[in-house]
């Protein structure tokens, strides 16, 4: 019998992992009703990561109230592992962009405090480990807001904090560490990310992910600026560490003055769902995500599955909701694009379900 390993990432903004991999499943059910499925929900340090980790090797869920990206309050839940020794946060439940309607979206006033409070709750709570999703923000702040909440101060010329948000760091002057949290240099801090960018230039935090976030052209110039100015006030020669332009900056900031460690998201959830194991038990590799462009390739889970599915030459599958003009399918040998299969008016859910049984017929 033919195994297939269902594996897709979130549909940004309509669909989580879960409810992806689920409805992709049962389409493939309709259409090869009798290929066994292995599903596995897949994160690389975006959305979704908390809820792989503790599918993997379980813990529990902490829920806070803390500031959301422009300050409003909101629920935001991390996951402990290990009997409490370790911290799973995803930034993008206190800092992310789809905590923001279309129009509030503004990367250049939003900020990571929420998030640093997160983090500030597993530091007192005696969390000997932490590990920071970065992926799905809001943000393009370097960090800042976090590292604020956990008593750093970014000042200005006249020794006046700064207020919120990206585009202020281009009138930061000093970085007072003096206050930091006593337990922040006691822990490790992993930073898993979804990509490899670098915190500035054409494939930065700014250029690469600040349109998404709603900054125009003019704003996204600000903001590579402000960028600039945060890192040579902090320490240049990081801006350019793979990672670092992850979450609006957020990955350089936690390793220019926190102590992260930059790893791969996609391989830190792998290991814990051991899908080695389960690629080499498969036939053919289906995962999904909502768009399908350039940064695929640049380290997202999707992209680590299927190069990794293909060493092993396995028939690997992108299910994508869109497909950005331009994109070519490496590393795919398929890229099924999901809305244009679907009929008018359905569901996200529904169109992938429809998508999988097309799909699937056509491979019987």
């Known amino acids: 019998m033919s195994r297939w390993l269902v594996a897709p990432q979130e549909f940004k903004g309509t669909l989580t992992a879960a409810e992806a991999a689920a409805a992709l499943a049962e389409g493939l059910r309709r259409g090869a009703p009798g290929v066994e499925l292995d599903v596995a929900p897949l994160a690389d340090g975006g959305p979704g990561t908390v809820d792989a980790l503790l599918a993997g090797v379980g813990g529990e869920r902490v829920t806070?109230?803390?500031?959301?990206?422009?300050?409003?309050?909101v629920r935001a839940t991390y996951g402990l592992l290990d009997s409490g020794r370790t911290a799973v946060i995803e930034m993008a439940a206190a800092s992310g962009l789809?905590?923001?309607?279309?129009?509030?979206?503004?990367?250049?006033?939003a900020s990571t405090e929420g998030t640093g409070e997160l983090m500030r709750a597993a530091l007192e709570r005696g969390c000997e480990r932490l590990i920071l999703g970065l992926g799905g923000s809001a943000t393009n702040d370097g960090g800042t807001g976090a590292l604020m909440a956990l008593g750093f101060r970014f000042l200005d010329a006249r020794g006046a904090p700064l207020p919120p948000g990206g585009a202020a760091l281009k009138r930061l002057a000093r970085v007072d560490t003096s206050g930091q949290h006593p337990r922040l240099s006691k822990v490790e801090l992993l930073v898993a990310t979804d990509v490899t960018a670098p915190l500035l230039g054409p494939d930065?935090?700014?250029y690469l992910f600040g349109p998404q976030k709603g900054a125009d052209e003019a704003a996204v110039a600000e903001l590579e600026s402000a960028l600039?100015?945060?890192?040579?006030?902090?320490?240049?020669?990081?801006?350019q560490t793979p990672g670092a332009g992850a979450a609006g900056?957020?990955?350089?900031?936690?390793?220019?003055?926190?102590?992260?460690k930059v790893v791969s998201g996609y391989e830190l959830v792998a290991r814990?769902?051991?899908?080695?194991?389960?690629?080499?038990a498969a036939q053919a590799v289906l995962t999904g995500e909502g768009r399908f462009d350039r940064q695929t390739a640049l380290g997202k889970g999707p992209g680590s599955l299927a190069k990794e599915a293909r060493a092993l030459g396995k028939h690997t599958v992108m299910f994508a909701g869109a497909i950005a003009p331009g994109?070519?399918?490496?590393?795919?040998d398929e890229v099924v694009e999901v809305s244009?299969?679907?009929?008018?008016?359905?569901?996200?859910?529904?169109?992938?379900?429809?998508?999988?049984a097309w799909w699937a017929a056509r491979r019987r």
């Open 64 to 73: 806070c109230t803390v500031p959301g990206p422009l300050g409003a309050p």
């Open 98 to 109: 789809t905590l923001l309607a279309p129009g509030e979206r503004d990367p250049r006033r």
């Open 204 to 206: 930065g935090a700014s």
């Open 228 to 239: 600039a100015r945060l890192a040579e006030v902090v320490a240049p020669g990081l801006a």
């Open 249 to 260: 900056g957020f990955g350089y900031g936690l390793l220019a003055l926190a102590g992260g």
């Open 272 to 280: 814990t769902l051991r899908l080695s194991e389960r690629l080499a």
């Open 327 to 332: 994109t070519d399918g490496a590393p795919f």
């Open 340 to 356: 244009a299969l679907a009929p008018p008016g359905v569901s996200h859910a529904e169109a992938l379900r429809h998508a999988g």
